[in-house]
């Protein structure tokens, strides 16, 4: 294998006790050779930058208003609504107003009614008049996309906690849920982590019905468009025989037996219910390290006897707090943190802009990750029992949830490190290989957090209007994991490889490409696809041809690449948006991967690239090209623009000048077990 040694980059031994020691380029380059050398060199030094003491990156993750206005109102019902706070937090949200009254849940999206109500009514716990001019446009735009009969659950189910609207109006989360054995067909372990992490404590909450009464008016009858009528959410289906109906129908019965003053199974199954969360409140940031976690359990220990100030409370109230980025006269929330996510991607690229495989910050980084791996068990083995644990979690802690994504993209990075305790690295590598074989689907195909968590009736129960009631396997993820595999020397024809190249068959759209799950969109699955078949060898096969004509079908005209999140809603707005770096690097990576770098549309690309970094080697991008839920939440991962760029760039420069990468481990595939489900 290559020893990672770049032209620009001080190499050898030497170079894991200095600095790195970049090659003087000329001022104003010309060549594109000097182009290249110029802007990888600011960006993997802008990368450098960022990297903290510890040996971690982590970037802001930057969501929709829904956040703040649900903020604002949590600090409120704890009592805790300072009111420089929430001064701050109200500017956020006003700030972003579209000009049509509503607010969208993505950069230049159209407004949304869900982010819009919980604006409102955010708004008008802050102390906003609702005679005030953009409250009375905030509430005509409501009117307009349906009022509050038509917003999601979750909206309606935060009004009800506080009296601004009856229990009648939210869908039924029983706790007795809990109390359903996991080989039953309908079980909590059959809804996807996230919803797990946050509709447990909200099946306390239901049960329980606290009404915390706060200091000002929370009627919210004015945003109705027919007052009084029911929510849409229990609207029947036309087809009299489908799952809609029989959950509305459950839905129905249960709230019958919820009226019963004799409910045999009720304090079993809340007992059962706190006990889950308290145990997944430990080893964790807090409960599932996500804000909805964060917030419902925090409700239920209040709910439930827990003083603020109690130990218990107060952390979850802590861990929640971390989210905060305050600035002069503005207050926004982060829905998480991605330290781990970060630091595999930006290792990545530093690796690929020539940075040796033993500099210091590519050493420190994977100590850093190889502390971060996960040995203790999880949900996961609810459903992969036999599995030694190995993987990697998205956020600093969150042990009961490795993900299989972030753990591919962690061994990929591991790979480019020349990490001095060798025992320890291969050690951490095959523990890693292991979980991820264990958690290959039956259908060939890899989720996020479970192994088969496809049933995809269960997504018509009235509380999965969140669009992720389950973890099915997706493109992107299965191509994570091809490309780790692959690349540490699992080849083409191993059983769990030839299952999942079947699986992106079936997956692909006729046109070629595929949707991506976690990254916006089309764009994003095309490219990590064909990176993945190149580390396999396959991209010479039809399937892997016809994704490349497509990307290179859907190239703007000013050389870059681009898709807003409307592409979720409608499939017809795919590859369609501005160019930005992230999804430029991600098609440049996927195009590179399928042919030759001399072409016209990959050319185009890297000049894209290269004509719009800033002067201290970063990119600006405005637009989410992340995804939490598709149709319902973005995210915007601020080194996105950054990180991907200089991976792009760094890999191009390599394929020109023909240069190998280094690989710290090569397996043999015989010692991997071909597991069949």
């Given at each position: ?8 980059w ?66 409120n ?72 009969e ?25 706790p ?93 199954a ?40 109690e ?92 993900d ?24 951490a ?16 195909g890899?989720?996020?957090?479970d ?86 060898g ?60 001399k ?75 071909n597991?069949s489900?």
């Open positions: 294998m290559a020893t990672g040694t770049r032209l620009e001080e190499s050898g031994r030497n170079a894991s006790r200095t600095a790195a020691r970049p090659v003087r380029i000329a001022s104003d380059p010309s060549t594109i050779t000097e182009r290249l050398a110029h802007v990888i060199e600011r960006g993997a030094q802008h990368l450098l930058a960022l990297q903290t003491a510890d040996g971690y990156w982590v970037g802001e993750l930057e969501a929709d208003t829904t956040l703040e206005s649900d903020y604002i109102y949590y600090l019902v704890l009592g805790r609504a300072e009111p420089e706070r929430i001064s701050k937090l109200a500017n956020y949200v006003r700030q972003r107003q579209l000009q049509d009254g509503g607010w969208n849940t993505y950069f230049g999206g159209p407004s949304e009614l869900n982010a819009t109500v919980k604006a409102y009514f955010a708004l008008k716990i802050a102390g906003d008049s609702i005679q005030a001019l953009h409250m009375l446009r905030a509430k005509a735009r409501i009117h307009a996309m349906g009022g509050l038509s917003t999601n659950s979750y909206v309606r189910f935060n009004m009800a906690l506080v009296g601004a609207l009856g229990w009648d109006m939210t869908p039924a989360i029983p007795e849920l809990m109390l359903f054995p996991n080989w039953f067909n309908f079980n909590i372990y059959e809804m996807s982590s996230w919803t797990r992490g946050f509709l447990v404590p909200m099946s306390i909450l239901y049960a329980i019905k606290p009404r915390w009464t706060l200091s000002m008016d929370v009627s919210v009858e004015e945003l109705f468009v027919k007052p009084g009528r029911r929510a849409v959410a229990f609207d029947w289906d036309k087809q009299l025989v489908s799952w809609r109906n029989f959950f509305l129908m459950a839905d129905r019965a249960y709230k019958i037996y919820d009226r019963l003053p004799w409910k045999p199974l009720r304090k079993r809340l007992n059962q219910a706190k006990e889950w969360m308290l145990d997944h409140m430990e080893h964790s940031e807090g409960l599932a390290a996500i804000f909805p976690g964060f917030m419902n359990s925090t409700f239920v220990l209040m709910a439930t006897g827990h003083s603020l100030d130990p218990i409370t107060a952390r979850e109230i802590a861990e929640f707090g971390k989210l905060e980025i305050e600035e002069a006269d503005t207050i926004r929330i982060q829905p998480c943190v991605s330290p781990v996510w970060d630091t595999a991607i930006a290792l990545t690229a530093l690796a690929e802009a020539g940075l040796p495989a033993n500099h210091p910050a590519l050493i420190k980084a994977a100590n850093w990750m190889l502390e971060k791996q996960i040995t203790n068990g999880g949900d996961w083995q609810i459903k992969n029992r036999d599995a030694e644990p190995g993987g990697w979690a998205f956020e600093f802690r969150n042990d009961w949830y490795p299989v994504d972030d753990t591919g993209f962690v061994l990929i990075a591991l790979q480019r490190v020349d990490f001095p305790d060798r025992a320890r690295m291969d050690e590598i095959r523990r890693g290989v292991n979980w991820l074989l264990s958690m290959q689907n039956r259908d060939g890899w989720g996020a957090f192994r088969d968590n496809d049933k995809h009736f269960l997504t018509r129960i009235p509380f999965a209007d969140h669009n992720a009631m389950i973890d099915p396997a997706t493109a992107d993820v299965t191509a994570r994991v091809m490309e780790a595999l692959a690349r540490l020397g699992i080849p083409s024809n191993h059983a769990a490889m030839k299952r999942a190249e079947e699986f992106l068959k079936r997956d692909q759209r006729p046109d070629g490409s595929w949707y991506g799950r976690w990254g916006v969109n089309y764009i994003y699955g095309t490219g990590g696809v064909l990176r993945a078949l190149e580390a396999a396959m991209t010479g096969r039809e399937f892997a041809r016809r994704a490349a004509a497509w990307l290179r079908a859907v190239q703007n005209p000013d050389g870059g690449y681009g898709e807003t999140c409307a592409s979720y809603d409608d499939e017809s707005q795919k590859a369609i948006g501005k160019s930005t770096p992230s999804q430029t690097a991600w098609a440049l990576i996927g195009l590179m991967a399928a042919g030759d770098e072409e016209v549309c990959v050319e185009r690309a890297v000049d894209f690239l290269l004509t719009r970094q800033n002067a201290d080697g970063s990119w600006d991008e405005n637009e989410p090209t992340g995804t939490g839920f598709p149709r319902v939440f973005y995210l915007k991962y601020h080194l996105y623009r950054n990180s991907f760029p200089v991976y792009a760039l760094g890999r191009y420069r390599n394929i020109l000048e023909g240069r190998s990468e280094y690989h710290s481990v090569e397996l043999d595939a015989a010692d991997f077990r597991r489900n």
